[in-house]
């Protein structure tokens, strides 16, 4: 069996013959009762052992590479022991493990149980966690041997205690399980369940907690078929081929990480790359790809822009065929100084937590530099007005999903929160199409251009400022690295809100009065001059999450 093999299983066809192809004939075939693990790891294990799954390495000199036959066997193992601890079908448990090689064998495991798995990412506080537990009913946390993460956990334990405590590596805290400890004792096979621990298609997998503009983070839920939706992904955009080594950059307790990190890459029949630092910086992720010769690669625009800023020519980019962008907006000055440095083009992507990528640069696409590229031949999607119509070419709309009856094609969000409710979900419901909250516009040509969330889009004066196109003229100018653009209450009080731009220079310049108004000069001839920020602030760094992803609302606190 091999990447093209095992897609004839989930795939009416998987070669297309262009854009157009792909669009009209991408079909899926989703069978009855599907579950990751089994279908795909055990089934990789057992027709070809030794084929390689996970290539992981940290800042510490650590280095293992993990066969289908190591992942299938010590998922089973960890699935028998949660199984001893009373782990059973439908059971929540939270996963705060960082890049470590454990969570690609916990997850599994978790899958092979039917339990419900929910990535958290390692910046959590105490009182994240406790909201959490709280909201979901964990039964249990497991956890890398990081020092942060184990506070956070510890410190939320007086408040929301959780049953049980589980790390992997290191020294084990009081009243802690090791995994390292037990899953020898363990035997490495786990049959698939036939009574009530069997999965069905409509269960709940795999959760993730997104915020929003307003209130506490939501639960996002997926299915046992989300896996199957993220062929998309992988396949025909991230360009991962049977054989390859796919790196996505990001930690795993985001949803970039089934994105890049998991599903799509194993189906395409290509290993994945984890990288397991400690914090980012561009050299040492650029090595890493060199040295274990990646082929596919993939991160936020954030992390392009810090490495056109490290000299590209020290570091091999020969076995690199394909890049993918995707978390934020692509800046086209980003784009083309990349290609001419190293000859790559980036592909961008659109897509949510919610689902898998909605709009690329798939393979048959001639990328336009800041385009998001077209909608993927796995869903509708369209860009609507208010009143639900087809927005023409040149005109700001919404992008949305079209879904007949409200019938969710496979591998977009089965629902918020853990059981469904009808209630949680009508705000993204209308005139049958799912509604993502993000403004874009398409040229002639058909392709999609991001404007921002609807909630990010700036009034100001009487007009609308999309933060992206002031981000976009801000970095044409050389003395800027990165930048983020808000809205903020006007200090004067004669506008209500003006357009502010929060700057991290490039090497080289200094903050300044004369250069804050150079900026600003710059946008108003670079763009329309009612878009430029009356307020200019410069900063050592940017607040992000840890894949990368600058953090909007964070700035506009």
């Known amino acids: 069996m091999n990447g093209r093999d095992i897609l004839t299983r989930y795939l009416e066809r998987t070669e297309f ?54 992942i299938s066997r010590e998922s089973s193992q960890i699935a028998n ?67 942060h993460v184990l506070e956070s956990v510890i410190g939320a334990q007086e408040k929301t205690p959780v049953p049980l405590l589980v790390c992997c590596g290191g020294e084990t805290p009081k009243g802690w399980l090791n995994i390292d400890d037990e899953i020898d004792r363990f035997p490495g096979t786990f049959a698939r369940p036939t009574d009530d621990q069997a999965t069905t298609n409509e269960d709940a997998m795999l959760c993730y907690f997104t915020s929003g503009t307003t209130g506490n983070p939501k639960i996002v839920r997926h299915n046992f078929v989300y896996p199957l939706g993220h062929i998309v992904t ?27 990190k998991l599903y799509g890459q194993w189906l395409a029949g290509s290993a994945i790359m984890a990288y397991d630092m400690d914090k980012f910086h561009a050299a040492d992720v650029m090595a890493v790809i060199a040295k274990y010769k990646v082929t596919t690669f993939c991160a936020p625009p954030t992390v392009f822009r810090f490495m056109i800023q490290e000299d ?9 065929k394909r890049c993918a962008i995707a978390g934020e907006a ?66 700001e709309g919404e992008i949305v999903i079209r879904c007949p009856d409200r019938k969710l094609p496979c591998g977009l969000v089965a629902g918020y929160g853990l059981v469904q409710k009808t209630w949680e979900n009508e705000g993204v419901w209308s005139n049958d199409c799912y509604h993502t909250g993000d403004l874009g516009w398409k040229d002639e040509d058909g392709y999609f251009w991001f404007i921002g969330r609807a909630d990010d889009v700036i009034k100001s004066s009487g007009y609308r400022i999309g933060p ?36 991290v220079l490039a090497k080289g310049f200094s903050p300044s009065d004369e250069l804050a108004k150079e900026l600003q000069t710059h ?35």
């Open 17 to 70: 013959t262009s854009y157009e192809d792909f669009k009209a004939n991408y079909r899926l075939k989703v069978p009855a009762n599907f579950n990751f693990a089994f279908d795909v790891v055990d089934a990789f294990a057992r027709e070809e052992p030794e084929r390689r799954a996970l290539v992981w390495c940290n800042d510490h000199g650590g280095e293992r590479i993990l066969t289908f036959a190591d």
């Open 234 to 260: 992988a396949r025909y955009w991230q360009g991962c081929q049977p054989g390859g080594l796919h790196y996505t950059l990001s930690d795993t307790g985001w949803a970039k990480a089934a994105w890049g």
């Open 81 to 147: 022991w949660f199984r001893s601890l009373g782990i059973r079908k439908g059971d929540v448990v939270m996963l705060i493990m960082c890049r470590h090689y454990r969570y690609w064998e916990v997850i599994m495991a978790l899958h092979k149980l039917g339990a419900v798995a929910i990535p958290a990412s390692n910046l959590l506080q105490p009182h994240d966690i406790n909201y959490r537990v709280q909201a979901a009913g964990v039964k249990m946390i497991v956890t890398s041997h990081n020092e």
């Open 312 to 320: 590209l020519s020290k570091y091999d980019w020969s076995s690199v």
């Open 330 to 395: 692509l800046n086209p000055e980003v784009f083309n100084k990349f290609r001419e440095l190293t000859g790559l083009t980036l592909n961008e992507g659109f897509g949510q937590t919610e689902g898998p990528v909605l709009v690329g640069n798939f393979l048959w696409i001639d990328p336009k530099p800041g385009s998001m590229g077209k909608p993927t031949g796995a869903f509708d999607v369209d860009i609507v007005d208010e009143d639900g119509r087809s927005s023409a070419p040149g005109i």
């Open 523 to 557: 946008v108003k001839k670079t763009t329309a001059p009612y878009k430029y920020p009356r307020i200019v602030e410069f900063v050592e760094e940017l607040p992000k999450t840890v894949s990368g992803k600058i953090r909007r609302a964070a700035l506009r606190k």
């Open 468 to 503: 992206f196109e002031v981000e976009s003229a801000l970095l044409e100018h050389p003395a800027v690295v990165e930048c983020a653009v808000t809205g903020v209450p006007d200090p004067k009080g004669e506008r209500g809100i003006v357009v502010k731009a929060t700057v």
